[in-house]
């Protein structure tokens, strides 16, 4: 759903641009408190493991294709005000490495496919914790729910905005029943690969997933006709928390994976946004704008003077892992070193 420059105008670009700069500098403040010991570390890697599943597009209709947005993913993961983060760091390195998505749309972007995303994601999310059992399958079932509904908000969000500030006269009532209708589609697998996704992370160390924190309920014991909490037993000291050096080495090398190699076989077809753009005329005006960095030399994710198709899309992939993962684990921990400094300032 990369909205690329032409299809909204430039004052309601710039006004999603303030809006977007707003929720990130929010979420950098937000952000202090989620990036612990624990999510620091894998920061870097849910945005790198993003960028590499969102270059796997899969058919949803008859020429129609989808990927993964992932703002539930990085909420459910790392926690809303990191996820957002998350979202903003991948969208900035397809825009600019890889000319995907507007330079003057990247506020758009940010807005339609991180903050929403993550909002609706995080909200639904903790709402159908309160009501789902305190269990993995739980956590798994809100995830899947969550993740779908971000899909359609998100596609709502964008209509939105065109009916703001479209660069087309399009009767919005289609513009909304189309994208709804893909992206219902996307949504469902954008679902599935979400609930795997933290259902994989939850079967080996659920400690790492910020949306499964406080998995089990306390022993409730009825007194006098009252349920109240049991009273904790005595237990010895916790051990020393266990490092996520496993599961980040295995998540860098999924992604590598997934982006170098796996992408060659995705879906060549259009995405949901491109291809309501084509059948409404929503994109009648974006052939007058070329994009800032179309000169990139990995733009359209290959590498220039790389002639193998496979190849060049396998390097554009590895190298976008690669600097996603590098930027964003420089950012996030440097977040962590500020909240850190903040934590030592307080005691002193």
């Known amino acids: 759903m990369h909205v690329p420059d032409g299809f909204i105008n430039a004052p309601v670009s710039a006004a999603a641009g303030v809006a977007a700069a707003a929720a990130v500098a929010v979420s950098l403040r937000g952000a202090r408190k989620e990036l612990d ?145 893909v992206h219902v589609l996307i949504g469902v697998g954008e679902a599935v690969i979400t609930a795997l996704t933290v259902g994989a992370v939850l079967a080996v160390r659920p400690d790492l997933v910020h949306g499964a924190r406080g998995l089990t309920a306390p022993l409730k014991l009825r007194v006098d006709g009252e349920l109240v909490d049991a009273a904790p037993a005595e237990t010895p000291a916790a051990p020393a928390p266990k490092s996520p050096k496993k599961v980040w080495i295995g998540g860098v090398v999924t992604a590598l994976v997934l982006a170098g190699v796996v992408s060659f076989y995705a879906s060549a077809s259009p995405d949901g946004l491109e291809k309501v753009a084509a059948d409404q005329g929503i994109d009648a005006k974006a052939e007058e704008y070329e994009h800032a960095t179309a000169d990139s030399p990995l733009a359209d994710y290959g590498v220039r003077g790389v002639d193998s198709a496979r190849l060049s899309g396998g390097l554009a992939g590895v190298i976008g892992v690669g600097v996603t993962l590098a930027v964003g684990t420089g950012a996030f921990w440097a977040v962590r070193r500020r909240r850190a400094a903040a934590e030592t300032g307080a005691r002193v």
Request: net charge positive; proline share 3%.
């Open 37 to 181: 010991e624990k999510v620091a570390p894998l920061a870097g890697l849910v945005a790198a493991f993003v960028f590499a599943v969102q270059m796997l597009n899969f058919p949803v209709a008859a020429g129609t294709s989808g990927h993964l947005l992932g703002g539930a993913l990085a909420a459910v993961l790392v926690g809303p005000w990191t996820g957002v983060l998350c979202i903003a760091v991948v969208l900035l390195m397809q825009g600019v490495l890889f000319a995907d998505g507007g330079l003057t749309a990247l506020g758009v972007n940010i807005t339609v496919m991180g903050v929403v995303t993550v909002v609706v994601a995080h909200l639904l999310f903790r709402g159908l914790r309160l009501v789902l059992p305190r269990t993995r399958g739980g956590v798994t079932a809100a995830t899947f729910v969550a993740a779908l509904v971000s899909v359609t908000a998100s596609a709502a969000a964008f209509t939105l905005i065109y009916a703001v500030g479209g660069t087309t006269d399009v009767p919005i009532g289609k513009v909304l029943t189309a994208m709804l209708g």
